[in-house]
């Protein structure tokens, strides 16, 4: 089976931009969440999808948005880019039984902020 | 919030040698807890899953699950040089969904 991935791996943006981040899971796979890691904070959850609804959200504000089609692909969009949204981010897929199923990850893409 | 803390290291172990990590987590109704290893660049890859009391073994790796203490640990045997990498503990978040609360992760090194 291949495996989670994500397009693209790499992007440099300036502020006030805005960026789409692409994920495709695991065939099979209806669950999709996104992180974003950075050297500070660590791996931090920002939602997941399950069945183009979002299931969950974290701690994060309303520029972070993402949303999931019917094939659960996923997409995440974060406008007015901010120097502080640089990171890696990373999107995994689960089977989305609920209550724990095991994440998957893909290779991440990582943005540039300048 | 629910919070997985760990110990960032780095933890050095000669190489044969038993690695040991740790973790902790605030939510006494967490119910599934994961290891991921990360080598640098590279993105989070699952080790073990562990969802009830006590130890589960997969290998050299041993996860050991103590919800009354609020304590998962990860046992490496007869380490690698290979094994070097930051060990991730993950929680599930809860609430029916599968996103996970990770700590900042221990990095290990094994020397040779």
């Known amino acids: 089976k291949a495996g989670v991935t994500q397009t693209p791996r790499y992007l440099i943006k300036t502020r006030g931009q805005q960026v789409t981040l692409s994920c495709s899971p695991i065939?099979?796979?209806?669950?999709v969440s996104w992180y974003q890691q950075t050297p500070g904070q660590g791996l931090q959850f920002l939602f997941e999808?399950?069945?183009?609804?979002?299931?969950n959200k974290g701690n994060f504000p309303g520029r972070f948005s993402g949303r999931q089609f019917s094939n659960s692909r996923s997409e995440m969009n974060v406008s007015t880019l901010e120097l502080g949204d640089s990171a890696l981010y990373l999107c995994?897929?689960?089977?989305?039984?609920?209550?724990?199923?095991?994440?998957?990850f893909g290779p991440g893409t990582r943005l540039t902020v300048l | 919030q629910k919070e997985v803390e760990q110990n960032s290291g780095p933890l050095s172990v000669p190489e044969g040698a038993i690695a040991s990590l740790n973790c902790t987590y605030s939510?006494?109704?967490?119910?599934?807890f994961f290891w991921y290893r990360q080598y640098s660049g590279k993105s989070p890859e699952l080790i073990m899953s562990?969802?009830?009391?006590g130890d589960k073994e997969d290998g050299r790796f041993t996860a050991q699950l103590n919800k009354a203490s609020q304590y998962v640990s990860l046992l490496i045997r007869d380490s690698q040089p290979s094994d070097s990498a930051t060990y991730l503990c993950?929680?599930?978040?809860?609430?029916?969904?599968?996103?996970?609360?990770f700590g900042k992760g221990t990095h290990l090194i094994i020397q040779p």
């Open positions: 993950a929680v599930n978040i809860g609430g029916g969904a599968d996103g996970l609360t």
């Open positions: 065939s099979g796979h209806r669950s």
């Open positions: 939510d006494r109704g967490s119910q599934s």
């Open positions: 562990i969802y009830s009391n």
């Open positions: 995994a897929s689960s089977q989305g039984t609920g209550g724990g199923d095991t994440q998957y």
């Open positions: 999808y399950f069945s183009e609804t979002q299931r």
